[in-house]
């Protein structure tokens, strides 16, 4: 049980020492902690955001326990050093081609979305995205149109086995869920999304038990406000899917508390919250670690297999949740260290 | 005053009855009213859901009045003859870059959003789309790869000429209202959005008065749904535009109510209710004419310079709205016939 553990920036700090913390009382066995350097504090300490000792880490590791990365100071570095870089470096390096967004309603909480209470109670939903295609690593660059004028170009692209791919862990998942699947493209524009259908359409064959349905991504948005719990299983794009998972994810309200996986073909993956790195906060001991210590939650179930663990950490959180034990950004006062605190001794 | 009135499918026929009768209430001189098909009633009539008889009346009208398209019976049809190649063709032809997209509030109606009232209530924003370049308008198909695979691509692009363009239309729209401008993009993964970006950095030099940020488009995503009263003027790409402008109306609730206007170079523009053709509830005489007949005040306002009588016409519609003359979709139980008949009063 080797784990790659790279903190980050910012929060990332604090809220993975209340992970770690959370791991190490349940007794695991072999369990193994390395720590490495990743996003601004790696590029200040070893001049790249994603050094050479880290991805040969996170290589060897059989899962990659992930803070948070993100440096305002070090915006203006050119993109290769920005730590997008390492974001999606380690994506392509490690083939984390599936990001499990879940997100649902914490009961007792939905007074923090934006959405009426009655309609974000309602929320759950996965998020299947797709990781590593897609406009983000098609050709791009500048270029001169004929009329000598500056132009800037993405490919966009999916090749079937791709799409093949990701359409399996989307129906698998719904399999495990309540057997719906919808999948989300703009098939009326995109050639991208016409074959993405074509396949989808193809693997649903194998899983008579989903019900699938399409839906355009324009009209997705307006539903993930409108009704975001007539929602089980959403798949998509990378680009569809980081709108989407963001919007979803404000929709509950708490980012806080939401986690993420992202996986590739075998039990390698890589789990982090999906908040930011939170630099007006950071250093104040006021971060909210249940996002980070349900990221070790979801790497016990996906990477280890040990549902049972995963849950001991999930229910542990939901006890500590009840009692009122509320971050800042949920409208509490407990610390960063009292909640690790506090989930450790219910663990 | 030549107006090309283009009714197209389902509601859009009802609608626009109401519509011609509240412009034709107005007593505007030289109005010329122009009927031509278009969508899959045209497609059923003239075998091309945009016949050449009606792009030609398009182009030589001084504006545009359009209805909604959309046949559920003609979606199998091939790509060329499905009503998608209407809307596009429209605004290739006839220039449209800009879409302008407000999104307000409608005191009384905040209950109609998924949104909490306090934060629904908060929305008076504008979009501006751009709406002839990036992924629509690319090279794009289906091709293999060196494995042999199929491969749907598409390529994003956007040149310095079109991001000014639709800078200035944004900068201008912004000193009209509140003064401040987002510009989305994602430039942190897309060169089209480095460019975007940097072009519109240029752009505002000429307008001092205008405060501009950026926010990467998952992001904007999510505050449209935390808090979308920050918003005043965006400005963005098509794609983000065509997710975005549809989250924005569904925040605001009541799409029944907003319109849209897209306009080319001169004075010529096309205005349109937002919504669609709404298949399900055609021909039974309770589609609400509200966003059509704002569409019609656009049109006075931006093709024909005639703020007084556009205002006459929101005014109207205000003291509709107020008098409780309410659709179906908002609650109410007005048919299209009495809300136009109550607008036609008022003005
Ligand atoms: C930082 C950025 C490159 C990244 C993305 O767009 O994938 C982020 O938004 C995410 O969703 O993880
Ligand atoms: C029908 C479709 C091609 C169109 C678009 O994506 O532009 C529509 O969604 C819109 O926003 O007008």
Not at 105 to 134: M, W, Y
Not at 141 to 160: H, I, K, P, S
Not at 203 to 231: C, I, K, T
Request: net charge negative.
């Amino acid at each position: 049980m080797h784990i790659a553990v790279l903190a980050g920036d910012g929060i990332g700090q604090e809220i993975m020492v209340e992970a770690v913390r959370v791991l190490e009382a349940l007794d695991l066995p072999g369990l193994r902690l390395d720590h490495a350097d990743v996003g601004g504090v790696a590029y200040r300490k070893h001049g790249h955001p994603l050094p050479p000792e880290t991805l040969d880490l996170a290589k060897t590791a059989d899962a990659v326990l992930f803070g948070a990365v993100g440096d305002p100071e070090l915006d203006g570095l050119r993109r290769e050093l920005r730590v997008e870089s390492a974001i999606l470096g380690l994506r392509k390096e490690l083939q984390l081609f599936a990001n499990l967004r879940p997100a649902n309603a914490f009961a007792g909480l939905e007074n923090l979305s934006g959405l009426k209470p009655e309609i974000a109670s309602a929320i759950d939903l996965l998020i299947v995205r797709e990781l590593t295609g897609d406009v983000y690593f098609g050709e791009k660059g500048q270029r001169q149109t004929e009329d000598g004028l500056r132009q800037g170009y993405d490919v966009m692209a999916y090749d079937e086995s791709e799409i093949a791919r990701i359409a399996h862990v989307a129906f698998k998942a719904a399999q495990g869920r309540k057997g719906k699947l919808c999948s989300v493209d703009k098939a009326n524009v995109l050639q991208t999304s016409v074959l993405w259908r074509a396949v989808v359409e193809e693997v649903a064959a194998e899983y008579p038990d989903v019900e699938l349905s399409h839906m355009y991504v324009d009209n997705a948005a307006m539903q993930l406000v409108r009704n975001p719990g007539q929602f089980d299983v959403i798949v998509t794009g990378n680009l569809f899917g980081d709108i989407l998972s963001d919007q979803a994810s404000m929709c509950v309200g708490s980012i806080g508390l939401l986690a993420s996986a992202s996986l590739g073909e075998g039990t390698k993956g890589q789990y982090e919250p999906i908040h930011g790195s939170a630099p007006d906060i950071a250093g104040q001991g006021i971060a909210n670690p249940m996002a980070m210590i349900l990221s070790a939650a979801m790497m016990l179930r996906h990477s280890f297999a040990d549902e049972t663990n995963a849950q001991r950490i999930e229910k542990a959180v939901s006890t500590v949740l009840a009692d009122g034990v509320l971050g800042h950004d949920l409208g509490g006062s407990a610390s960063t260290s009292a909640i690790g605190d506090a989930v450790v001794a219910a663990v």
